[in-house]
Each structure stands twice: as C-alpha cells, then as structure tokens.
C-alpha cells in the first residue's frame, strides 16, 4: 500500500473493524479461513484517497432472500439460528452506522454455505511528509482558548466544580442542564463559536446520547461536526461502546482526570482539524 499513514477517528474506525472482524470470525467454523485486505482505490484532490477494507470469510454465507434486511437488527441472527451461534445481532448495524458518521458504506456479496465479503469504503486523508505531527497538545489547546467550550451536566455541584476547573485552565465554558438545552444552544450558534462539547450522559429532558444524535443531525456541517466529549460516571466498556455509537467522538469517566482530559480534548479537535 502506497500511503499507509493516515488522519482520521482512531476509535470509530478500530470499533468499526472490530464489528467486522468479529462478524467474520463469529460464523466461520474452526477449519476455516478469515482475511483482511486493504486497499487504495482512488485518489482525490486534498490528499484525500478512498480505502476499500475487505473482510473475507469462508463461513456459513448468508442467502440471497436475507442479503438486502443483513443490516437490519438482529436479521443475521434470525437467518442463522440452524449454525448454532446466537449473538446480539446488532454489530453489523453498528458497523454500518459507523461507516455512515465517517461518510463511508459497507456492501457485502454473500454465497450460502461458501463465505461472505464485507467491504468497507472509507474517504481518509493521508498524512505527507509534509504534515504537521501531532506532539505537543499545548499546542492545539491554545487554539480553543478564544472559542467556548459548551459543558453540559445536570447535577448543579458537579457543574460548578467543572466549570471552575476549566476556566482555571484557560477555557471559556458556557453550560447547558439537560441535552435539550444543548442541542437548541449549538442549533443557534454560530459557525466556529463552539470548540467542543463535554457531554454528560445521565440527564432528565433528554441524555447525552440522544442530544449527540440530534446534534450530528444538522444540517450546516460545522454544527453537526462540532466534536463531543462524553464525561460521565457510566464506567463500562459497554457505556464506553454506546458513546461512540450514538456519534461521541471520545468517552472519559468521572472523577476527571486533567491530564487525560486535556489530552483528549487536544487529540480529538486535531483530529477533527485536520479531517476537514
């Protein structure tokens, strides 16, 4: 592969070949095979290039009946009851809708009692020589200290303590209570006012997954892409895998961290900077 390096959303796509890898391995049986390649299939202009990755499998296939409702809830599920393997039925839909928030597709073909082949299509910027290396978070944080930093969190003290903690940092921090009011707040700002949402998940009105939703459904991109944070005190990997789903770009837990917090923050708005 020519340009190995690239920008783009390390936990999106880690979780997105994670779902396939495991959809693959899930229903193939012992003696048999699993592959992955990836490939260049188009440059564009702005050293952007169109990826394919394909997972292969020599599993059990899926008929040609089920091939068009693969995607759908639980349908991979109810079409292979006769293997034995019961599952969620969940992951190739989360796989999908991940591709979508990257603006990618997944297509698969499919033989019956010979494997299958799900090929994700993604459009990533490849990093030159040239690029700029992302070493020192200093750097990026000092860029956001003329934009707000919108903190959403329904508990009155934890949001007095937060807010006093990232002022004293040098943020400008505007609050919001419940996710409604969030979702309305970056509906009417303006373009580049907002530097990043710290989202809580737990809420009354409306919770921190469903104000990401509504958030990443705008229609002016620079407000559906603003960057958002879940800061939580939902601590497991599920909680963690339900961020990224919903359209989270990153998920730290409570008590916060500061390091760790202003490393994420600085890693996720220069991964959002430089994937423009």
């Not at 609050?175 to 809420?203: C, F, W």
């Not at 407000?223 to 990997?237: G, N, Q, R, V």
Request: charged letters at 25%; aromatic letters at 6%.
């Amino acid at each position: 592969m020519e340009h190995p390096d690239i920008y783009g959303d390390p936990d999106k796509l880690r979780h997105l070949f994670l779902y396939l890898a495991d959809n693959a391995v899930t229903y193939t049986q012992t003696d048999g095979q699993v592959d992955l390649t990836v490939r260049e299939v188009e440059k564009l202009s702005n050293d952007y290039i169109v990826y394919q990755f394909i997972f292969r499998d020599t599993g059990i296939g899926i008929s040609e009946s089920s091939l068009q409702r693969i995607f759908d809830p639980f349908e991979r599920e109810k079409n292979t009851t006769f293997s034995g393997i019961h599952g969620t039925g969940l992951g190739l839909t989360i796989a999908r809708n991940i591709a979508e928030m990257m603006q990618g597709s997944i297509d698969v073909e499919s033989t019956l009692g010979v494997g299958s082949t799900f090929t994700a299509t993604l459009r990533l910027r490849i990093q030159n020589q040239t690029d700029p290396v992302f070493a020192d978070s200093n750097e990026v944080l000092q860029r956001l200290f003329d934009q707000k930093i919108l903190l959403v969190e329904d508990n009155e003290i934890n949001l007095e303590i937060e807010t006093e903690m990232l002022e004293e940092l040098g943020f400008l921090i505007d609050t919001a209570e419940n996710g409604s009011i969030a979702v309305e707040k970056i509906r009417n700002a303006k373009p580049g006012e907002y530097a990043l949402i710290l989202m809580d998940i737990q809420m009354p009105v409306m919770d921190g997954r469903a104000a990401t939703r509504a958030i990443r459904s705008l229609e002016d991109p620079e407000l559906s892409h603003i960057p958002i944070i879940a800061l939580t005190a939902d601590a497991f990997e599920s909680d963690r895998l339900k961020s990224i789903e919903c359209g989270m770009d990153a998920h730290l837990t409570k008590p916060i961290d500061v390091p760790v917090l202003l490393e994420t923050i600085a890693h996720t708005v220069y991964t959002h900077t430089t994937d423009l």
